[in-house]
């Protein structure tokens, strides 16, 4: 008999257009009846995913916010490269693109302040009703850019600009002003953070979403290979250090104070895990850029996969 799904703390990292991996595998998870969202901690494309789940979810149902993650990724596919995605010029110049930032300043280069990004958040998502009536938590990470430190916007300040901030690289857009801080993305202080959903819920189970291998069979050799890999681990870095440093903290807790809340939460809690593994393998740097829409479905295909991999191994049983 299949074991029930418990109800989850969803954790999204991520990476660019590989977030359609990420659609792909909310969307399995969405076919499944018990799968029930307590929270969910998200960074740039994730925090996309994650309001689109919840804007979906809010307007109707599971198979709502199917819809509204479809559209999301359709929205973004409307160009058909980051080139024309993000300043409306002929495509075929992202190589020029990529290199823009070692010589000029977002601000030269897109003066008019060009960001898809607003325009897709503002059609697709009701942040007013988002604050009252969201069907669980969100947290949207960014890094502060004064002192390298974690913000989480939720609640009140879950808005616009808080995407904008969690989606800012700053080679192609200004750092994000709100309330007198600046911010970049979120990929560089919690890609994504932990931190929200282990202490401040009490949610059993938390799954991580991945976008990016967690390891790499091969020796990166090629420039290509080595900026891919050399991308990856800044992105990366922060995750992998918090997961160690909790589930060590888990480990001491539980065993020396499992009557305490703190060692009783840790002593309860399980993680999971979905990442896209040898699927992703041979993707280089750019593809990150790439919002073909064959190429995003070619991604939810492989998050779908993966999902369906991690139900067939009863997670709640683990």
Avoid at 15 to 30: E, K, M, S
Avoid at 141 to 146: E, F, I, N
């Amino acid at each position: 008999m299949k074991t029930r799904l418990p109800p989850l703390a969803l954790a999204l990292q991520g990476g660019g257009a590989h977030g359609a991996f990420t659609w792909g595998v909310l969307d399995r998870l969405l076919e499944e009846p018990d799968f029930t969202v307590e929270a969910v901690s998200a960074t740039s494309s994730g925090a996309l995913n994650a309001l689109a789940l919840a804007q979906g979810w809010m307007d109707g149902g599971r198979d709502g916010a199917r819809a509204c993650l479809r559209a999301l990724w359709e929205h973004t596919a409307n160009r058909t490269s980051l080139t024309r995605w993000a300043f409306q010029v002929a495509p075929g110049g992202r190589d020029t693109l990529l290199s823009l930032g070692r010589y000029w300043t977002p601000e030269q280069f897109n003066p008019l302040g060009l960001n898809p990004i607003r325009d897709i958040a503002e059609q697709l998502f009701d942040f007013p009703r988002l604050r009252r009536e969201a069907p669980f938590t969100l947290y949207v990470a960014a890094t502060r850019v004064r002192d390298g430190a974690l913000a989480l916007f939720s609640g009140e300040r879950l808005g616009v600009e808080a995407v904008l901030a969690s989606t800012c690289l700053p080679q192609l857009f200004p750092a994000v002003e709100i309330d007198g801080e600046h911010y970049w993305d979120g990929g560089w202080a919690g890609n994504p953070a932990l931190e929200p959903l282990f202490y401040r819920h009490g949610c059993e189970d938390v799954l991580c979403v991945l976008v990016q291998p967690l390891s790499r069979t091969r020796l990166p050799i090629t420039p290509g290979e080595i900026a891919t890999r050399v991308a990856e681990l800044s992105f990366s870095t922060t995750f992998l250090r918090e997961f160690e440093s909790l589930r060590r903290a888990r480990e001491a807790l539980a065993e020396a104070s499992p009557l305490t809340w703190l060692g009783h939460r840790f002593k309860a809690l399980r993680t999971h895990l979905i990442e896209p593994g040898e699927s992703l393998e041979g993707y280089q740097l750019e593809s990150r850029i790439n919002t073909r829409l064959a190429f995003l479905e070619q991604l939810c295909e492989q998050g779908r996969a993966s999902a369906q991999a991690w139900l067939a191994t009863d997670p709640a049983a683990r």
